[in-house]
């Protein structure tokens, strides 16, 4: 029983690692930036979602003062900005 609760927490602990968020390439992040710009935000930390989704999670974005958590379409256009 034992090895059978192992397996699965093992196998739970390895499908876990493969969804894990991707660092956008240069290129990605320079876009990224520049929308956060137009719309008066700085900062932040750029994740690339895995899930082939190819939406952009900006966390801790900066704007008056307020940290905000920031969702982009694979366009870069804003499709969520939520208070931090």
Same mark, same amino acid.
Do not use: H, R
């Given at each position: =029983?034992?090895?059978? /609760?192992?397996?699965? /927490?093992?196998? @739970?602990? =390895? ?5 894990? *968020? ?5 290129d990605?992040a320079?876009?990224?930036k520049?929308t956060?710009?137009e719309?008066?935000?700085? @900062? @932040?930390?750029?994740?690339?979602e895995?899930?082939a989704?190819?939406v952009?999670?900006? *966390? *801790?974005?900066?704007?008056? @003062? /307020?940290?905000?958590?920031? !969702?982009? *379409? !694979?366009?870069?256009? /804003? ?6």
């Open positions: =029983m034992k090895k059978i /609760v192992l397996a699965a /927490v093992a196998t @739970g602990l =390895m499908s876990f690692g493969a969804l894990a *968020d991707e660092k956008p390439t240069e990605e320079a876009k990224i520049a956060l710009t719309w008066g935000f700085e @900062g @932040g930390v750029y994740e690339k895995s899930e989704t190819g952009y999670e900006i *966390d *801790d974005a900066k704007k008056s @003062g /307020v940290q905000y958590d920031v !969702k982009l *379409d !694979k366009d870069f256009k /804003v499709i969520l900005i939520s208070a931090d």
